[in-house]
């Protein structure tokens, strides 16, 4: 720690910080534009100057901006020496030369940066008499609208895009006052991450194209935490509402997960929620008219269960709550994980991995400070994104700890940082099927099938621990690989192993926990992450259950008559013939869910479920982080959470336990008494008795406006507002007006801070811990075992076969994940349907880029255009899994060719 004076006052600050750092974690309203807390500093806007004396003695000092300037002990500034207040006048005069008048029909307007740090600097007339230089504003794509004249030339777009998340495609151009932001040429942004300019940029020169759509001023959206539902990694997300439709998704800070940014898919495929696809109304289908109301359906529903013999089909998309409540219904015995054989099979090994490995699951902020990686199987931009660009800063720790530490320059200093290690990188290690997006940045890439990706990975493990077996038939250039990683995972301080179950292979899974038990068995401090497929993989996987397999043939097979299948299209999980011979053995079927789907449309019973932002629950995370999220918005009566649906039917049918229940905190205790590994869940937020100073968290901003005109055309004289019994939150913006508990924060806003911003004023230290410590309760630890066991389960080479294609799955941030590829913005994004083969193959087979290839795979047929693809190992294919109108087919697996090949005229698609 270090003791500096500001304004002749003393304060305890951590030494090495920057001065505005500093300043701002104790609570001091200096402005900013270009330093960022996830970036560092460049010194690029000059807003943030300080006056810094060299003594108590010094009574003139030196202009200095408060963001280059490294804390020290005993050093003493001023903020508020009137000469550095001017300066930050002027420089924000100097900023807005350009910058347009049009704050009323601005998209930042009222949640702006840029107006707040004028407002802060007491900036109120603008000099400027003269032309204001104006630019051609680009079309970037379905997700951010461009607005370059509002730009005031801060750094911070290219700065993140390009230094921070790898992008190739968004630049600076031009010189002095005549910079220009944008792309060589009108056209989609490329990166993955691209939506983050949103929050990044201090002003609207990028702005969310889907709240646009349907515009609303951000002090007017109800908002709640919530946890994003597109992928494994469950990170934190405020969702807001207006008019009963879901407006848009931000940020919410978990210095643990996504700290400060999201992936374009948690960010933009939030529109399913207000689909025309959506179940507004319970259906029974055995009756006239079909659509009816919660009474009606629940009295059908509980003759059906009171009659049949039931089963009950679980969701990975689906809440725990959700899942505990039909899993007590229908019984333990009787209760079926809603996914594939294989996806229970590798969630099962992935937990118990978790459980009895000698590895620790890192968080996404440890991942950032790995300084060796090695990745198996996992093509992380499409499969877990905020992985990947976690993966992106780790590279540079090493060179940091031996370059920049030695340089003693300090690592916030980013520019220099940056000059220094020029193109140096830690040791990276990528092993997959195809090529990835991380490839630019490995130390080597390896491309094969999944068995030789388990096989160099078995190999590492036995160089780096003895006990660990050996494999046998390595290839030179193998085995010098295979050597190499060993070497710089053993060198490393911090080395991670980073697997999943995409590869559809275990063996993948094995060779990774082999790998990191040696690390861990030669005190090397290592960690594992694991990929699931779906947000609540893990937590389903905890909670237990059979195949659904098995419920296919309880049906079939008369044990069972009657399904309740929750939140699943089970169309996704096993193949069209086997669900349609299921569906026609059963004599109810009854679902729950939020949106119509081929499983929907055989329910005899169809229970509308609320989505995400219509629902309280808790997710599971793949580190086994269980998290809870809010519900936005109230609904109406016909819509309501998967757990109340189940709640009423089992208090209808009188069933023994579900009577004892009312209200969500009750499910949990039950849960955490029948589950013990589950008791944790209750400690993730707090209960919903909770109050401070006698009072709830608003949802709503103290700006709130409309309330009553909202519901004018209905009713002039005000509505009471709905009350929300789950949860100590208001639908209102009466409430407690300071800071919630940090798994309750529904918006960052703080006086005179309006804009994402404010998220300083509510951590303990910029850019570290949210006060009162990060959301979430972690449920699993590696347990403390000396002996060590390593498995055994080395594949044997891959053998290609005559006639035949090992197809691969290859994975697709757009369209790959089902919920978010109902969302408009992304569903332009989703490519076309192909098969990616290999140029060897493509010779043998007499095929070009975009012919059709007609091959069957368990029976099912297919007739896809070819893209080439020179990474893809010979003898094997990539067939993209889970696109829109591509039939279930569970991968890896053998296709046979049909010799059928043709070819498609002008055949135009995206990839």
């Not at 701002?24 to 330093?35: A, E, I, R």
Request: proline share 5%; with cysteine; hydrophobic share 40%.
């Amino acid at each position: 720690m270090a003791t500096i004076y500001i304004d002749n006052l003393p304060y305890e600050v951590t030494a090495g910080k920057n001065l505005l750092e500093a300043c701002l974690t104790l609570g001091f309203d200096l402005p900013y534009f270009c330093w960022h807390p996830a970036m560092g500093s460049i010194g690029a806007c000059r807003q943030c100057a300080v006056k810094v004396y060299r003594d108590e003695n010094d009574k003139t000092g030196k202009l200095f901006m408060s963001c280059m300037e490294q804390v020290r002990d005993n050093l003493r500034v001023s903020i508020a020496d009137l000469e550095a207040k001017e300066f930050r006048a002027h420089v924000i005069g100097w900023l807005m030369t350009n910058h347009p008048h049009d704050c009323a029909v601005c998209d930042e307007g009222g949640s702006c940066h840029l107006q707040d740090m004028t407002v802060m600097t007491g900036h109120n007339y603008r000099q400027y008499r003269f032309d204001k230089k104006t630019y051609v504003n680009q079309y970037l794509g379905p997700f951010l609208n461009h607005e370059m004249n509002r730009c005031i030339q801060c750094y911070r777009c290219v700065r993140y895009y390009k230094d921070y998340a790898g992008g190739k495609d968004l630049d600076v151009f031009a010189a002095h006052n005549h910079l220009y932001f944008g792309r060589h040429e009108d056209g989609v942004l490329e990166s993955e991450f691209s939506g983050n300019l949103a929050e990044v940029c201090p002003t609207g020169v990028f702005t969310d194209k889907t709240l646009k759509q349907h515009y609303t001023r951000k002090w007017d959206l109800t908002t709640a935490p919530s946890i994003c539902h597109h992928c494994s990694l469950g990170c934190n997300i405020v969702a807001g509402e207006r008019y009963g439709s879901l407006r848009n998704i931000t940020n919410r800070y978990n210095g643990e997960v996504n700290g400060y940014f999201l992936c374009d898919r948690g960010r933009f495929g939030y529109e399913h929620v207000n689909s025309m696809s959506r179940i507004r109304k319970s259906l029974v289908r055995t009756q006239l008219p079909e659509a009816t109301d919660k009474y009606k359906a629940l009295q059908a529903a509980s003759i059906s269960l009171k009659g049949g013999r039931v089963i009950g089909i679980g969701s990975p998309r689906a809440s725990m709550e959700s899942n505990f409540a039909l899993r007590t219904l229908v019984g333990e015995d009787k209760f079926y994980h809603g996914v594939s054989d294989v996806e229970h099979d590798l969630a099962a090994l992935a937990l118990r991995i978790l459980r009895t490995g000698a590895a620790r699951t890192p968080s996404l902020i440890d991942v950032e400070r790995a300084d060796a990686v090695f990745i198996l199987g996992e093509d992380l931009t499409n499969t877990a994104p905020m992985l990947a660009l976690a993966v992106r800063q780790s590279v540079r720790q090493q060179p940091i700890l031996e370059q920049v530490s030695k340089a003693k320059i300090p690592v916030w200093q980013d520019a220099a940082v940056r000059e220094l290690l020029q193109t140096e990188k830690g040791p990276l290690f990528i092993a997959a099927s195809a090529e990835t997006k991380l490839d630019e940045l490995a130390t080597k890439s390896y491309y094969d099938s999944p068995d030789a990706i388990a096989r160099l990975g078995f190999a590492v493990a036995s160089f780096i621990h003895e006990d660990s077996p050996p494999v046998r038939g390595l290839s030179d250039e193998e085995e010098a690989l295979a050597q190499q990683i060993a070497m710089a995972l053993l060198a490393a301080q911090n080395p991670l192993i980073i697997s999943g179950t995409s590869s559809g292979s275990d063996r993948v899974l094995k060779a990774s926990a082999n790998i990191a038990d040696a690390l861990c068995a030669q005190e090397k401090g290592a960690g594992i992450v694991l990929t699931l497929p779906e947000c609540n993989s893990m937590g389903l996987a905890i909670m237990g259950g059979h195949k659904l397999e098995s419920a296919f043939q309880a049906i079939l097979n008369g044990y069972a008559d009657t399904v309740i299948v929750l939140e699943n299209d089970l169309y996704r999980r096993a193949g069209t013939e086997a669900v349609d011979a299921f569906f026609q053995a059963c004599q109810q079927v009854i679902v729950l869910d939020h949106l119509h789907h081929a499983t929907t449309e055989q329910a005899s019973i169809l229970l509308a479920a609320g989505a995400f932002a219509e629902a309280d629950g808790t997710l599971i995370n793949n580190e086994g982080r269980a998290q809870r999220f809010y519900q936005v918005y109230p609904t109406t009566e016909d819509i309501q959470e998967s757990w109340r649906w189940l709640g009423e039917l089992g208090t209808i049918v009188a069933h023994d336990e579900i009577v004892k229940w009312e209200g969500f905190e009750d499910i949990q205790k039950a849960m955490g008494k029948e589950i013990p590994e589950l008791e944790g869940i209750k400690a993730t937020a707090p209960p919903a008795d909770f109050r401070i100073a006698g009072q709830k968290i608003p949802r709503a901003p103290h700006r709130f406006s409309g309330r009553t005109a909202m519901l004018a055309n209905i009713n002039v004289s005000e509505p009471k507002p709905p009350e929300d019994p789950d949860n100590p939150m208001t639908y209102t913006m009466e409430g407690y007006r300071g800071q919630p508990p940090s798994s309750m924060i529904p918006f960052f806003w703080a006086p005179g801070w309006n804009s994402v911003q404010a998220t300083n004023k509510y951590q303990q230290e910029v850019g570290g811990p949210l006060r009162g410590g990060d959301p979430g309760v972690r449920l699993i630890e590696p347990t403390a075992s000396s002996e060590v066991i390593f498995s055994t389960a080395i594949p044997q080479h891959f053998q290609p076969l005559a006639d035949h294609l090992f197809m691969l799955p290859l994975y697709h941030i757009f369209g790959s994940e089902e919920l978010s590829a109902k969302s408009p913005a992304i569903i332009e994004r989703i490519p076309e349907p192909y098969v990616a083969i290999n140029q060897d193959d493509a010779v043998r087979l007499k095929l070009e880029e975009g012919q059709l290839l007609s091959f069957r795979i368990e029976g099912q047929a297919f007739e896809l255009p070819v893209k080439i693809n020179p990474t893809i190992p010979t003898g094997t294919a990539g067939l993209p899994i889970g696109l829109p109108a591509t039939p279930y087919i569970e991968l890896p697996a053998w296709a046979i060719l049909n010799g059928q090949i043709q070819w498609k005229q002008q055949h135009q698609t995206t990839f």
